[in-house]
């Protein structure tokens, strides 16, 4: 699945779409996390105009998504997950304005209270900002 180019999108959701018709489901659930792992097109640093790029076409896959699945009274629902930022603030890929346009359901996942890259990594692993995931979120960070 991909949402690099416009021919992209339309094969995914076309596939996708063949696949929830023919299974007989309801739906799709979409849950795309960790851009940098979805292969080739995804391996450039996040940098802002990257990011501004990944957002734009991830916008464009949703609402073709979206348009899809609702023009056959299917639904769409989609885990969106938080990223905790260094400063405190959080970081996401994609446009929150398109994410709650274009679904039906959302699952915002607050799995960790933080997580430092660098984990697994024998240069760094010495290094106290690289120990992994911190706890499980708890019910007052989640809420904020």
Same mark, same amino acid.
């Given at each position: /699945?991909?949402?690099?180019? =416009?021919?992209?999108?339309?094969?995914?959701?076309?596939?996708? $779409?063949?696949?929830?018709?023919?299974?007989?489901?309801?739906?799709?659930? $979409?849950?795309?996390?960790?851009?940098?792992?979805?292969?080739?097109?995804?391996?450039? =640093? /996040?940098?802002?105009?990257?990011?501004?790029?990944?957002?734009?076409?991830?916008?464009?896959?949703? +609402?073709?998504?979206?348009?899809?699945?609702?023009?056959?009274? $299917?639904? /769409?629902?989609?885990?969106?997950?938080?990223?905790?930022?260094?400063?405190?603030?959080?970081?996401?890929?994609?446009?929150?304005?398109?994410?709650?346009?274009?679904?039906?359901?959302? +699952?915002? /996942?607050?799995?960790? $209270?933080?997580?430092?890259?660098? +984990?697994?990594? #024998?240069?760094?692993?010495? +290094? #106290?900002?690289?120990?992994?995931?911190? #706890?499980?979120?708890?019910? =007052?960070?989640?809420?904020?």
């Amino acid at each position: /699945m991909s949402f690099c180019t =416009p021919a992209a999108i339309k094969a995914t959701v076309n596939a996708t $779409l063949k696949l929830v018709q023919d299974g007989g489901f309801t739906g799709v659930d $979409l849950d795309f996390e960790h851009p940098q792992t979805w292969g080739p097109d995804f391996q450039d =640093p /996040m940098n802002a105009t990257f990011k501004a790029e990944l957002t734009s076409k991830y916008s464009d896959f949703l +609402r073709a998504m979206s348009a899809a699945l609702h023009a056959k009274e $299917l639904k /769409m629902s989609e885990c969106v997950g938080t990223y905790p930022t260094a400063d405190g603030g959080v970081s996401v890929y994609c446009d929150t304005a398109v994410v709650a346009d274009t679904n039906d359901i959302l +699952r915002v /996942m607050n799995n960790d $209270l933080y997580y430092v890259g660098g +984990r697994g990594v #024998p240069a760094i692993a010495s +290094r #106290p900002d690289c120990e992994g995931m911190g #706890p499980s979120s708890t019910q =007052p960070w989640a809420k904020f």
